[in-house]
């Protein structure tokens, strides 16, 4: 018993030494987090990237996906049940890649997982929160304030944090300033896509210009999972069908009507 438990912490040893390798050979770790709109933000940020660098994105949206530096949109094949882990194998994958930056949709839910996610693996420079909605309430708490506790566990220390809550903003650059981190509020005008607004704010920071920003926003690969309308042929004739099980909170997807 005693041997299986050394050969245990050998590998854990190993594997976080592997990790913190791969982690040193990445430039930018962007950690994309929020209710709504994190698959939205990770495919734009990836497209408008990549108009200077070399990118490898994780998305997690209907069906977890890696965007490979070559462009390649792939499945992720999982055995057994979704783990965090998949956050190190994506960072170990982007510096076998060479990317530049890496682009990762936080996929934990739990609050101390979010929190572990951040500390111990990914380790991200860019964190990203979308908005603070009603949903995962089970795990991270019945109240919008509870909520945005739970993302706020996956601010990076040292950092700079993107977020279009303009409710809870002074909540986490409260939460920011004990990390050493900076917030950056994103308000979209009337008609701009809040998701949007985000990604222009960061690829503005990391010194892209106007019209890269422009060209990558136009080559968004879509999340197989968006919003489609179909058209339904039942008895009583035809009738469209929208697929809002993407948007699964009650704001988002009245929004979308």
Same mark, same amino acid.
């Given at each position: 018993?005693?041997?299986?438990?050394?050969?245990? =912490?050998?590998?854990? $040893?190993?594997?976080? @030494? $592997?990790?913190?390798?791969? +982690?040193?050979?990445?430039?930018?770790?962007?950690?994309?987090?929020?209710?709504?709109?994190?698959?939205?933000? =990770?495919?734009?940020?990836?497209?408008?990237?990549?108009?200077?660098?070399?990118?490898?994105?994780?998305?997690?949206?209907?069906?977890?996906?890696?965007?490979?530096?070559?462009?390649?949109?792939?499945?992720?094949? @999982?055995?057994?049940?979704?783990?965090?882990?998949?956050?190190? +194998?994506? %960072?170990?994958?982007?510096?076998?890649? /060479?990317?530049?930056?890496?682009?990762?949709? =936080?996929?934990?839910?739990?609050?101390?997982? /979010?929190?572990? *996610?951040?500390?111990?693996?990914?380790? !991200?420079?860019?964190?990203?929160?979308?908005?603070? @909605?009603?949903?995962?309430?089970?795990?991270?708490?019945? *109240? %919008?304030?509870? $909520?945005?506790? *739970?993302?706020?566990?996956? #601010?990076? @220390?040292?950092?700079?944090?993107?977020?279009?809550?303009?409710?809870?903003?002074?909540?986490?650059?409260? /939460?920011?300033?004990?990390?050493?981190? +900076?917030?950056? %509020? =994103?308000?979209?005008? !009337?008609?701009?896509?809040?998701?949007?607004?985000?990604?222009?704010?960061?690829?503005?920071?990391?010194?892209? !210009?106007?019209?890269? #920003?422009?060209?990558?926003? *136009?080559?968004?690969?879509?999340?197989?999972?968006?919003?489609?309308?179909?058209?339904?042929?039942?008895?009583?004739?035809?009738?469209?069908?929208?697929n809002l099980f993407a948007a699964n909170d009650p704001q988002s997807a009245?929004?979308?009507?």
């Open positions: 018993m005693i041997y299986a438990f050394l050969i245990l =912490c050998a590998f854990l $040893i190993i594997e976080k @030494r $592997i990790l913190q390798k791969s +982690r040193a050979k990445l430039g930018t770790v962007i950690n994309v987090n929020g209710i709504r709109g994190k698959t939205t933000t =990770c495919r734009m940020l990836d497209a408008v990237l990549r108009e200077r660098y070399r990118v490898l994105t994780k998305t997690t949206g209907t069906d977890a996906r890696i965007l490979h530096t070559d462009g390649q949109d792939v499945p992720i094949k @999982r055995i057994g049940a979704a783990n965090i882990r998949e956050q190190a +194998r994506a %960072l170990r994958m982007a510096a076998r890649e /060479q990317a530049q930056v890496a682009v990762l949709e =936080c996929m934990a839910v739990a609050p101390e997982l /979010q929190r572990i *996610s951040e500390e111990q693996i990914v380790h !991200a420079d860019i964190a990203v929160i979308t908005n603070v @909605r009603y949903d995962h309430m089970y795990e991270m708490g019945g *109240s %919008l304030e509870n $909520i945005a506790s *739970s993302l706020a566990g996956m #601010i990076p @220390r040292g950092g700079v944090v993107y977020t279009g809550d303009s409710a809870f903003f002074p909540f986490f650059e409260e /939460q920011a300033e004990r990390k050493g981190s +900076r917030v950056v %509020l =994103c308000v979209p005008e !009337a008609d701009e896509n809040p998701n949007e607004v985000i990604v222009r704010a960061i690829a503005k920071d990391l010194g892209m !210009a106007e019209a890269e #920003i422009d060209a990558g926003l *136009s080559n968004v690969q879509t999340d197989p999972g968006m919003e489609a309308q179909y058209r339904i042929h039942g008895t009583q004739g035809v009738f469209p069908f929208l009245m929004e979308r009507l």
